[in-house]
């Protein structure tokens, strides 16, 4: 009587362990991993001697780049017109209290965009209004 031998191919490998393995690795870096907030926009700010920090809860941040881009709370408007920016804001304002505004702009941008935005505020009877800069040293 001739028995065949069922183990031709070679030993058998147990690969269970290995998979637990590398999905607890995989678990841990998902978990431990962190991701740094980059923002979107460069801006380079002008400098100023005093420093006045606004503690407001809410606010609305509006960024001027120095090719003349406008973003709204690192939303991007579509134009820099007065219309756009007036748009934006009334979305952004709705029916409720207007809360104070601080203006990001690039030391090197087009002094119009700042007027501009500075015009579309009072237009909307918004009077908290900041620039913000960076410390001279």
Do not use: C, W
Not at 71 to 77: G, S
Request: aromatic share 6%; net charge negative.
């Amino acid at each position: 009587m001739k028995f065949t031998d069922e183990n031709k191919l070679g030993p058998k490998l147990n690969m269970t362990s290995l998979i637990d393995v590398v999905f607890l690795l995989l678990i841990f870096f998902m978990v431990t991993t962190t991701f740094e907030k980059q923002a979107k926009l460069k801006i380079e700010l002008p400098e100023a001697t005093e420093k006045i920090q606004t503690n407001a809860k809410e606010q609305i941040v509006i960024s001027i780049s120095q090719k003349g881009g406008i973003y709204l709370n690192n939303n991007e408007l579509l134009n820099s017109q007065y219309d756009s920016i007036a748009n934006g804001l009334k979305v952004m304002l709705g029916d409720g209290e207007k809360p104070p505004v601080i203006i990001r702009a690039d030391a090197n941008a087009a002094h119009k965009h700042v007027v501009t935005v500075m015009d579309v505020l009072a237009d909307l009877g918004i009077k908290s209004v900041s620039i913000a800069t960076t410390p001279s040293e």
